[in-house]
């Protein structure tokens, strides 16, 4: 059994090293499409490419960054018709699996009861020691994600821009195949590391950055909701770890 991972990119040149050292610990291919980096990251994608089971494919958007200009579900389709796994894993550029997945793989993998796996999602916001939760209003930061799936199922995303959704075959709800729970952690670092935002991505207002350049304001009150947050009192993923060792090495 193979899996296949694939996974948009657009200026992630923070973490593209740091996502490649970890998934190629369990995939057999990575399948990335840039969608026109101005930084470093074709670079350090295509230097990659030599050593790690990376396919890098390009494939520029037009348009606003992160908004309806962009038709991220085109993208994200093309992805799956070019994966060549028995299993897909739709995992994002800037969230690491926990360090015990790589065990797990094979057994998710050869079972025949589930079609689909959902895994627990930590966002982390500010830095890498806060968890941001779920509030009432948003409920949208602590819950299971599903991010792994049978080649072969018929799923895809709908037809969508940039809030893209996956679906079943003939437009079923993805909820409705049968799937299991992966007891190890996504662990979601976009808000965390880094730049902590990218350009065109205040469109909640979380972090009143109206001008969508800057810092943001991790301070900023919400309107319509609390933006709620708890210590993170886990283990990062082992490539987090040392990153962050050699962002503050020990004296």
């Known amino acids: 059994m193979k899996l296949s991972v694939i996974v948009p990119v657009l200026n992630e040149e923070t973490f593209i090293p740091l996502y490649v050292e970890s998934v190629s610990a369990f995939a057999d291919e990575i399948i990335m499409v840039d969608g026109g980096s101005t930084d470093g990251s074709l670079e350090i994608a295509a230097r990659l490419e030599k050593s790690y089971p990376v396919r890098l494919i390009t494939m520029p958007q037009t348009g606003l960054?992160?908004?309806?200009?962009?038709?991220?579900?085109?993208v994200r389709n093309f992805l799956i018709d070019q994966a060549c796994g028995d299993w897909i894993m739709n995992l994002d550029i800037d969230e690491v699996p926990g360090d015990s997945f790589k065990e797990k793989l094979p057994e998710l993998m050869n079972q025949s009861e589930f079609d689909v796996f959902q895994f627990p999602f930590f966002n982390f916001w500010r830095d890498p020691w806060t968890l941001r939760i779920?509030?009432?209003?948003?409920?949208?930061?602590?819950?299971?994600?599903?991010?792994?799936?049978?080649?072969?199922?018929?799923?895809?995303?709908?037809?969508?821009?940039?809030?893209?959704?996956?679906?079943?075959?003939?437009?079923?709800?993805?909820?409705?195949?049968?799937?299991?729970?992966?007891?190890?952690?996504?662990?979601?670092?976009?808000?965390?590391?880094?730049?902590?935002?990218?350009?065109?991505?205040?469109?909640?207002?979380?972090?009143?950055?109206?001008?969508?350049?800057?810092?943001?304001?991790?301070?900023?009150?919400?309107?319509?909701?609390?933006?709620?947050?708890?210590?993170?009192?886990?283990?990062?993923?082992?490539?987090?770890?040392?990153?962050?060792?050699?962002?503050?090495?020990?004296?």
């Open 134 to 251: 779920n509030s009432p209003g948003d409920e949208r930061w602590s819950n299971d994600i599903i991010r792994m799936w049978r080649s072969g199922t018929g799923i895809r995303y709908k037809d969508e821009k940039h809030h893209c959704t996956l679906e079943a075959g003939e437009g079923k709800s993805i909820w409705s195949l049968p799937r299991g729970r992966v007891d190890v952690g996504i662990y979601h670092y976009h808000y965390a590391l880094g730049k902590r935002i990218k350009y065109n991505d205040n469109r909640r207002g979380d972090v009143n950055l109206l001008s969508n350049q800057g810092e943001p304001d991790w301070s900023h009150t919400h309107n319509d909701y609390s933006i709620r947050t708890i210590p993170f009192e886990g283990e990062h993923p082992y490539v987090i770890r040392k990153y962050l060792e050699r962002l503050n090495p020990h004296p």
């Open 65 to 74: 960054p992160y908004s309806d200009d962009w038709n991220e579900s085109k």
